[in-house]
């Protein structure tokens, strides 16, 4: 049995996660936690930890869970680099799955952009990123943008800091051939669109995943939460859990 504590119960999210984890059988929500309340004895209450709150709690997290040997299940994005070596390094004591999209639809959209990029190559293609969520969200790009960037700069040899052009103002002149572009857009209740474009002379390719309600992703971390209980100390990420590796 899944003993679990939901961080940030008040928020949409864990909202999301409670109602996500009552219609799985092998789950039980055993404790929750907002900002200000004890983290230490909440986490007691559980072997497994799901959370999509704020960043700057990860390290606080993470001791606590190192200390008690809970599961991590990590949702959160807009890690610092610091932070998300402070995640590695305390794999090597806990089993953590960190991802930034657990929604399977979006990682069918991960595996295809890798495939993409193999066939529609730079030599012909340009390659271009668009992402819009709600007007509250605080990180941009968002962390599923982050990483569909991170696979074309792994597929085409480019570099997230040299290549990647985040929006275009003025005369920037012609687009430079290794170049991808990435466009951030805010406004209303979107809960996530993501679309990865490869444009040619005659011709385009349009990769998209549009969720509409966060129990897409809430449903997917649960799932992971129920994979990792066997599994040995590591970093995991949804293409685990789903097989797609």
């Known amino acids: ?6 961080t940030g119960k008040s ?24 900002a200000g309340e004890n983290l230490v004895a909440a986490i007691a209450q559980a072997n497994t930890v799901i959370d999509f709150t704020m960043h700057k ?64 190559t730079q030599d012909r293609f340009d390659i271009e990123v668009t992402e819009m969520h709600h007007r509250h969200k605080i990180d941009a790009p968002s962390g599923t943008a982050r990483r569909l960037l991170e696979i074309l700069n792994e597929e085409t040899a480019t570099s ?15 687009r430079p051939p290794r170049e991808i572009g990435m466009h951030t857009l805010r406004g209303g209740d979107v809960v996530g669109d993501h679309t990865v474009m490869f444009a040619a002379d005659g011709e385009r390719v349009e990769l998209t995943h549009k969720a509409s309600s966060r129990l897409t992703f809430a449903a997917g971390a649960v799932r992971a939460a129920v994979w990792l209980y066997d599994k040995p100390a590591g970093l995991y990420d949804m293409q685990d859990v789903l097989g797609l590796r």
């Open 160 to 174: 997230y800091d040299k290549d990647v052009a985040h929006g275009r103002f003025g005369n920037v002149g012609p």
């Open 1 to 6: 049995m899944i003993q679990l504590l939901v």
């Open 11 to 34: 928020g949409r999210m864990g909202q999301a996660v409670i109602q996500a984890a009552s219609h799985e059988p092998a789950v039980l929500v055993t404790a929750t936690h907002d």
């Open 57 to 120: 709690f990860t390290g606080e997290l993470l001791e606590a869970a190192l200390k008690s040997g809970t599961h991590l299940v990590i949702g959160t994005t807009g890690h610092t680099d610091d932070e998300r070596a402070a995640i590695r390094e305390a794999s090597a004591k806990l089993p953590i799955v960190y991802a930034p999209n657990f929604s399977i639809g979006v990682n069918t959209l991960f595996w295809l952009t890798q495939k993409a990029a193999q066939i529609l």
